[in-house]
């Protein structure tokens, strides 16, 4: 059974700022990326009805791109993560237009409070995908929670120097205060 549970970065609701940061910078590249990116969850639902095949979007890229992920420093921080050409795994920047729908509605948010181990949440400061307001409600939501906040972080900083390091030693220390 499970004991305790650390989330770093974790998806917990929709970025309430997101829209308004988008905004700010250009109504009119919002728009252009919100046709494109329904466009693209239409093409695939009319791909698969009609032909049967599978429609993809990338999961990273520039801002205004029908990406999903398509903040300041996503598409970087996102391929740092992933070797040049895949690997050899097969990897690509690409997910089924069908997953879109369910990403939209995902709400873990709404159950938090449910969560009946200890938990440690690990934000970083500066995530435009995970931002710190929902994670520190989350904190006070979950019964058994800690909360590390990487001060200066991004979203994809955390798997890299010092803010890995700070990371994982919060981990271990967590991980054998409450697996003895």
């Not at 004991?3 to 929709?14: G, S, T, W, Y």
């Not at 029908?66 to 040049?84: C, H, M, N, R, W």
């Not at 449910?114 to 938990?119: A, L, M, N, R």
């Amino acid at each position: 059974s499970v004991r305790a549970v650390v989330a770093q970065n974790p998806h917990l609701d929709h970025d309430p700022g997101k829209i308004e940061r988008a905004l700010a910078r250009s109504p009119l590249e919002v728009f252009r990326s919100v046709v494109r990116l329904a466009a693209a969850l239409l093409r695939g639902l009319a791909e698969g009805a009609l032909f049967g095949r599978v429609w993809y979007v990338s999961v990273c890229g520039p801002p205004g791109s029908t990406a999903i992920l398509q903040e300041e420093g996503d598409e970087e921080g996102y391929l740092s993560l992933v070797p040049k050409g895949g690997g050899g795994h097969g990897w690509r920047n690409a997910v089924t237009s069908s997953s879109i729908p369910p990403m939209m509605a995902y709400r873990p948010m709404s159950r938090v409070s449910e969560v009946g181990v200890p938990v440690l949440l690990v934000a970083a400061e500066h995530d435009t995908a995970c931002p710190v307001c929902n994670i520190e409600m989350a904190s006070k939501s979950i019964p058994d929670a800690e909360m590390l906040l990487l001060e200066g972080a991004r979203h994809f900083d955390v798997f890299y120097g010092e803010y890995l390091s700070k990371m994982l030693e919060a981990e271990i220390i967590f991980f054998q205060k409450h697996l003895q």
